[in-house]
T-cell receptor, first 115, second 111 residues
Framework: KAGVTQTPRYLIKTRGQQVTLSCSPISGHRSVSWYQQTPGQGLQFLFEYFSETQRNKGNFPGRFSGRQFSNSRSEMNVSTLELGDSALYLC??????????????FGPGTRLTVL | GESVGLHLPTLSVQEGDNSIINCAYSNSASDYFIWYKQESGKGPQFIIDIRSNMDKRQGQRVTVLLNKTVKHLSLQIAATQPGDSAVYFCAEKTGANNLFFGTGTRLTVIP
């Protein structure tokens, strides 16, 4: 069974630009969550999608948005990039909403660098 | 506010020895905790969890200890192997709130 895949793996953007990251969950998984990971803050929850609807949201500004498609694939978008948005963005999939954390699997992440 | 931190940012152990990774939390209302392992270039991997009504939980070669009195969580890895080299971090959850993650400890296993 293929794991969670994220594309692209690496991305370099400049301040003010926008970026779209993609996540393909494990086959059969319907919940997709996004996280931001930085050395100083650690892992921080961005949002969770299930059945194409955002079900849960962390404390990030509106520049961070996402969506989920009918095949459970998800994208997240960051507009008007700032230097502080440089981070590893991780996607995790779960079979269902609010399931057990031991059923949640992470992808390898997309490393975003904002110059 | 909540704070989840680690006592040591790095830990080096000899192969075959036991490892102990510590985590302090400040929210006494947290009722669920998870330890994650993150290898270089990979996403975090769930290792073991524990609820606040327990003091100890064991898995395969791993044990999590919870001391609610001093708000301390530890992960013990028995007979540490080179494949255990990774960053380990804890996460806490309070009720229906989202997980709150620590920044991690890098474990290096010396062959």
């Amino acid at each position: 069974k293929a794991g969670v895949t994220q594309t692209p793996r690496y991305l370099i953007k400049t301040r003010g630009q926008q970026v779209t990251l993609s996540c393909s969950p494990i086959s059969g998984h319907r919940s997709v969550s996004w996280y931001q990971q930085t050395p100083g803050q650690g892992l921080q929850f961005l949002f969770e999608y299930f059945s194409e609807t955002q079900r849960n949201k962390g404390n990030f500004p509106g520049r961070f948005s996402g969506r989920q498609f009918s095949n459970s694939r998800s994208e997240m978008n960051v507009s008007t990039l700032e230097l502080g948005d440089s981070a590893l963005y991780l996607c995790a999939s779960s079979p269902s909403l609010a399931g057990s954390y031991n059923e949640q699997f992470f992808g390898p992440g997309t490393r975003l660098t904002v110059l | 506010g909540e704070s989840v931190g680690l006592h040591l940012p790095t830990l080096s152990v000899q192969e075959g020895d036991n490892s102990i990774i510590n985590c302090a939390y400040s929210n006494s209302a947290s009722d669920y905790f998870i330890w994650y392992k993150q290898e270089s270039g990979k996403g975090p991997q769930f290792i073991i969890d524990i609820r606040s009504n327990m003091d100890k939980r064991q898995g395969q070669r791993v044990t999590v200890l919870l001391n609610k009195t001093v708000k301390h969580l530890s992960l013990q890895i028995a007979a540490t192997q080179p494949g255990d080299s990774a960053v380990y971090f804890c996460a806490e959850k309070t009720g229906a709130n989202n997980l709150f993650f620590g920044t991690g400890t890098r474990l290096t296993v010396i062959p």
